[in-house]
């Protein structure tokens, strides 16, 4: 029996983060660059680059709470951005959890005394209760529920190709931007918000013009025969016959990547909890001996990854500053385990692939 595939959300780069926003209208937004939120009971981390000491600047804010969870859910991905750190493996790269209830415990009990003194209105309403199952029945998996800040019901439309070809630098966001963020020595990438799209939306429209045109790129850099290769990795009928082909399994795995992106091709970020990452490069004994939770001891599972298109939109408010990665993939604890009364956040774990060519995704 074939194994169900995860469904994929794309993030994508929206509006400008203007002002200093904060209370849940920050925290519960997702971004790339800015500084950290910090939940209600929860300190923002604040880690430093193990190479060379200096802050780590945040590269994305993502709000992900699991359904069923009754939990908010904050993950923050940091990077160093000093010259030649950022390529330095996990050492210069950090991944923290923060989680806290969505309703305070007293509230919460609060709620349920409401709850049972009102138990024959509420069966007036839910007259097919017994239908969804007892309280014995094994909980499902959590499932996503993702909110990117922005309402992206209209992503598709966007002509994102001419919105990532003005990436300029925008007085107003850097003059808008947190006063603390740009005190001397903090390193700060521009915030915009990021709005979420079905994946599935975009398979109607791939154009593999821009593969085509990159991959011959990289065939006259690389003296790679392309003719045959294009012609099966990037066929639609499914039948990618790599075997036949003579190159290397890395770059087999470099034109996976290349034709899954075709569609969306301005993506910053995939989604898919517990589901596969797209790799970039072979994937090395990382991903087969991933570390346990440091908490629960519980296994750690693919959450979501970030894509080359990111690299270029990490603008710099602090002059000088960049990253270089091709993506990175980052794992969870599959529990989401938080211990009662947490207040500091988890670090969790990712991996860095490099950018096979890095002339291509320039």
């Keep these: ?17 203007h002002g200093s926003p904060s209370g849940p209208g920050a925290w519960n937004a997702s971004k790339l660059g800015g500084i950290p ?3 209600p009971t929860v300190a923002a981390p604040r880690p430093v680059c193990q190479r060379c000491g200096q802050p780590l600047a945040l590269v994305v804010q993502v709000y992900c709470p699991l359904e069923g969870s009754p939990f908010h859910r904050l993950l923050h991905v940091f990077a160093c951005a000093c010259p030649g750190c950022s390529t330095g493996g996990s050492r210069s790269w950090k991944v923290f959890r923060s989680q806290c209830l969505q309703v305070p415990e007293r509230e919460a009990q609060d709620a349920q005394v409401k709850t049972q003194e009102n138990s024959l209105a509420a069966e007036d309403w839910c007259e097919g209760a017994d239908d969804w199952g007892s309280d014995t029945e094994e909980a499902p998996s959590p499932q996503l529920t993702l909110d990117f800040g922005n309402d992206a019901s209209s992503a598709k439309d966007v002509d994102w190709t001419a919105r990532l070809q003005d990436l300029r630098l925008q007085d107003a966001v850097l003059g808008a931007a947190h006063p603390t963020a740009l005190s001397p020595g903090l390193p700060l990438f ?3 918000y990021i709005c979420v799209a079905d994946e599935d939306e975009y398979m109607d429209f791939v154009n593999l013009d821009h593969a085509h045109s990159l991959l011959r790129d990289y065939q006259q850099r690389e003296g790679i025969a392309m003719d045959q290769l294009l012609s099966q990795s990037l066929s ?6 790599y075997e036949k082909t003579v190159i290397k399994s890395g770059d087999q795995t470099f034109y996976k990547f290349m034709k899954r992106i075709a569609g969306c091709q301005e993506q910053i970020l995939r989604y898919s909890w517990s589901g596969e990452p797209l790799f970039l490069t072979c994937p090395t004994s990382e991903v087969t001996e991933l570390p346990a939770c440091s908490q629960c001891g519980g296994r ?4 979501f990854q970030l894509m080359p298109a990111l690299v270029s939109m ?4 602090n002059l000088g500053l960049s990253v270089e990665f091709g993506t990175i993939l980052v794992y969870t604890c599959e529990k989401s385990c938080w211990p009662p009364n947490h207040q500091t956040p988890m670090e969790e774990f990712c991996i860095i692939q490099e950018d096979p060519d890095e002339l291509l995704f320039k």
């Design 1 to 17: 029996m074939a194994a169900v595939l995860k469904p994929v959300l794309l993030g994508l780069r929206d509006a400008p983060v």
């Design 37 to 39: 939120d910090a939940l």
């Design 190 to 192: 521009l915030p915009y």
């Design 236 to 241: 639609n009928d499914g039948d990618e016959k």
């Design 300 to 303: 750690r599972i693919f959450e």
């Design 314 to 317: 990490l603008k710099s408010a």
